[in-house]
């Protein structure tokens, strides 16, 4: 089992930044995409940003060209730098992780608890 612990949620007024971390831990298992998703009060889940083994890249069109997503080389931590933030930003994040077990062809997805985020003056 995987599990995924978050932080560098807060407080931000509206064109600050800031700092999504996400750790992962566990045995067996190996990951090969990590991603951000948010959801707002209301609203479905939604990807902000995801980050393969390879490096490749996804970013949601509301963040794209204000967040950067990345992850360390082991494949353990991933990070949402966040800029210009808007209050529509205002959401729970959810570090989410996707992979195999060691000898499994059975694909599974993680999750972490979320860390509220919240943009306002």
């Known amino acids: 089992q995987v599990q995924l612990e978050e932080s560098g949620g807060g407080l931000v007024q509206p064109g600050g930044s800031l700092r999504l971390s996400c750790a992962a831990s566990?045995?067996?298992?190996?990951?090969?995409?990590m991603g951000w998703y948010r959801q707002a009060p209301g609203k479905q889940r939604e990807l902000v940003a995801r980050i393969t083994r390879g490096g490749v890249t996804n970013l949601a069109d509301s963040v794209k060209g204000r967040a950067t997503i990345s992850r360390d080389n082991a494949m353990n931590r991933v990070y949402l730098q966040m800029n210009s933030l808007k209050p529509e930003d205002t959401a729970v994040y959810y570090c989410n992780a996707e992979g195999f077990y060691w000898g499994s062809d059975a694909r599974y997805e993680f999750w972490g608890q979320g860390t509220q985020v919240t943009v306002s003056s």
């Open positions: 566990g045995s067996d298992f190996e990951i090969n995409a």
